[in-house]
């Protein structure tokens, strides 16, 4: 079944959902961005069919969000590596990552990170770009940016004006 496409909806969330939508796309970017990052080995911890793994792939690939690299000519191989684009949509991961930690696994989380520059194991969070602090769900209000397209978006534009005035 074909699915219908969120690129035209005034919404990051939803426009991200076109490249990520299903179920197995997150977990590929989560193998690519650990370092499984050839074909066999993703699909071997996967254990999904090839087609669906070559179809998930050609996604990554034409959003940017994943290069090939070839490491074998005959037969050419490749290893799937993150853009730019991808290390940033693989902070979404981080976010999944301790939701999970926390709701599914009761705080015992099954893989931690360390931080290279000071050598400690960390739990990577969202901060404030303009003063350093963490930011959780309450901490902010959502506001129209540069991209809002009221016309595409009129529901959440009104329930952005009662924010507004709300916090006003």
Not at 19 to 45: C, E, H, K, M, N
């Amino acid at each position: 079944m074909q699915r219908s496409s969120f690129g035209e909806q005034s919404c990051s969330v939803a426009r991200t959902l076109d490249v990520i939508g299903d179920r197995w796309t997150p977990l590929v970017l989560r193998d690519i961005a650990i370092g499984i990052s050839r074909f066999d080995a993703i699909q071997r911890d996967l254990g999904l069919s090839r087609k669906v793994l070559t179809q998930r792939l050609e996604t990554l690939v034409e959003h940017e969000v994943v290069v090939r690299v070839a490491y074998q000519d005959n037969p050419p191989r490749y290893d799937y590596r993150l853009t730019e684009k991808g290390n940033d949509l693989a902070m979404v991961l981080l976010a999944m990552q301790q939701f999970g930690d926390k709701w599914a696994f009761g705080g015992q989380a099954p893989i931690t990170w360390k931080h290279l520059a000071c050598d400690q194991v960390t739990a990577p969070v969202a901060c404030c770009d303009q003063c350093g602090e963490q930011v959780r769900p309450g901490d902010a209000i959502p506001l129209r940016g540069p991209g809002f397209d009221e016309q595409a978006s009129p529901v959440v534009g009104e329930a952005l004006d009662q924010i507004a005035v709300a916090f006003s």
